[in-house]
């Protein structure tokens, strides 16, 4: 297959090896994963890879490339010289020791994908270390479990499987205990008692306003034709004898 067919099948990430952040061995993993799929042989792998370099990456591999090509450079041999030439030389170590200070402090799935990221940059770590490793870090509770369930123990794969579907139970479990369910009380329906209605019959206020005595006197002098101020017949208020003395009838 020619290179560029090879290439052009999926879209592959670039290396440029500026930072050691780029993990060259992470990105070769990847590259390699490709290449398996599509049964590509060591000479078309050796051929396709420089058509990914960028940067630095690109600059060494010409300075590279006639003193590998003239060696018989194996894919093998590329590979590591990458490896060697832009790989962080602590990268081992640092990944050793922050698998062995990483905790879970979220959920399970967190806790897998760190765990596992970690795993692959810090090399050579077998299943059982692996094991003892992602249990020590999981959530008290979590271990406990597994103290007492040695049977849960055969793989890393279970072990990382098993913790992931008790954590989300237990959270799911904490959820419906944190919320329950809230009835609103029934609302009493309760109607006028007989007292209440008179009650309420006697104070009802009059749409004009209250009237006072004064005003019902009044009324009743108009009607009669007394006098507003002593409340006699025969002559008005301005002409009243005894709003002149001081002596009205109240």
Wanted: some cysteine; glycine content about 4%.
């Amino acid at each position: 297959m020619a290179t560029h067919q090879i290439l052009k099948k999926f879209q592959l990430e670039t290396f440029s090896g500026i930072s050691y952040t780029e993990q060259v061995s992470v990105w070769l993993l990847a590259l390699e994963d490709y290449f398996d799929a599509l049964d590509t042989e060591p000479a078309e792998r050796i051929s396709a890879t420089p058509l990914l370099f960028r940067k630095n990456a690109k600059l060494w591999w010409r300075g590279f490339r006639q003193d590998f090509e003239a060696n018989g450079g194996t894919w093998m041999d590329m590979k590591n010289s990458l490896i060697l030439q832009f790989e962080d030389p602590n990268l081992v170590q640092n990944a050793r020791d922050e698998l062995a200070r990483l905790k879970q402090t979220t959920s399970v799935v967190k806790y897998v994908e760190q765990f596992n990221i970690l795993r692959v940059r810090a090399g050579d770590v077998s299943e059982s270390e692996a094991i003892q490793r992602f249990r020590d870090g999981l959530k008290p509770e979590l271990q406990l479990h597994f103290r007492g369930n040695p049977e849960h123990n055969q793989s890393l794969s279970q072990v990382q499987r098993i913790a992931g579907s008790l954590d989300n139970s237990w959270h799911l479990q904490r959820t419906n205990v944190a919320r329950p369910y809230n009835r609103q009380p029934a609302v009493e329906m309760r109607f006028p008692q007989p007292m209440e209605l008179d009650t309420a019959q006697m104070r009802r206020p009059n749409p004009t306003g209250p009237r006072r005595p004064n005003d019902r006197t009044k009324e009743e002098d108009f009607r009669l034709g007394n006098c507003f101020y002593c409340h006699e017949r025969g002559h008005r208020a301005q002409e009243c004898p005894r709003k002149k003395s001081g002596n009205a009838r109240s």
